[in-house]
T-cell receptor, first 111, second 112 residues
Framework: GENVEQHPSTLSVQEGDSAVIKCTYSDSASNYFPWYKQELGKGPQLIIDIRSNVGEKKDQRIAVTLNKTAKHFSLHITETQPEDSAVYFCAAWNYGQNFVFGPGTRLSVLP | DGGITQSPKYLFRKEGQNVTLSCEQNLNHDAMYWYRQDPGQGLRLIYYSQIVNDFQKGDIAEGYSVSREKKESFPLTVTSAQKNPTAFYLC???????????FGQGTRLTVV
């Protein structure tokens, strides 16, 4: 079945710097890749997603890139702010497997 | 106010007791999911339902049961057979397979 790896597990950046989180997936049938942000004690919030027919998608300070050949996708956050501090999860979806989540990345934005 | 409502937010259970977690959505979504999250870990799928009156086991279904009698409701029962039930439980819904999934705010279950 599908396996999603996520790196790094923790990431600290200075406010205003960029942050990049990378995920790899194993099943080439996966065709939808969402990213979630989870704040302490809350449910995950969908922040951006990408489908396999698109290589890149951007929403203000957040972007996601997808490399289908290499089977990896990345979350890019520019001009980080303290409120970006949270745990970020990537996921891969394919028919029959549903969503498979990565283990998460704890992002700390230092003022 | 549209969304997914999980209740209660905190739940305490004595060993040997069954307990039911509520999940209600008013998004008119066909698919609903239950995930378990342990400290510092990712999300593991317990059960999912793509349509009313039908549901499928996920990766860690043992010790859990669900029902889907109404489109908007997908309650999860944690039975006494679940050996380590203390965890954060998350419910999600989506409009269908491969569609965006949205989560509730979770229920933290503690066995005392």
């Amino acid at each position: 079945g599908e396996n999603v790896e996520q790196h790094p597990s923790t990431l600290s950046v200075q406010e205003g710097d960029s942050a990049v989180i990378k995920c790899t997936y194993s099943d080439s049938a996966s065709n939808y890749f969402p990213w979630y942000k989870q704040e302490l004690g809350k449910g995950p919030q969908l922040i951006i997603d990408i489908r396999s027919n698109v290589g890149e998608k951007k929403d203000q300070r957040i972007a996601v890139t997808l490399n289908k050949t290499a089977k990896h996708f990345s979350l890019h956050i520019t001009e980080t702010q303290p409120e970006d501090s949270a745990v970020y999860f990537c996921a891969a979806w394919n028919y029959g497997q549903n969503f498979v989540f990565g283990p998460g990345t704890r992002l700390s934005v230092l003022p | 106010d549209g969304g997914i409502t999980q209740s209660p937010k905190y739940l305490f259970r004595k060993e040997g007791q069954n307990v039911t977690l509520s999940c209600e959505q008013n998004l008119n979504h066909d698919a609903m999911y239950w995930y378990r999250q342990d400290p510092g870990q990712g999300l593991r799928l317990i059960y999912y339902s793509q349509i009313v009156n039908d549901f499928q086991k996920g990766d860690i279904a043992e010790g859990y049961s669900v029902s889907r009698e109404k489109k908007e409701s997908f309650p999860l029962t944690v039975t006494s057979a679940q050996k380590n039930p203390t965890a954060f439980y998350l419910c999600a819904s989506s409009s269908g397979q491969g569609a965006r999934a949205f989560f509730g705010q979770g229920t933290r279950l503690t066995v005392v």
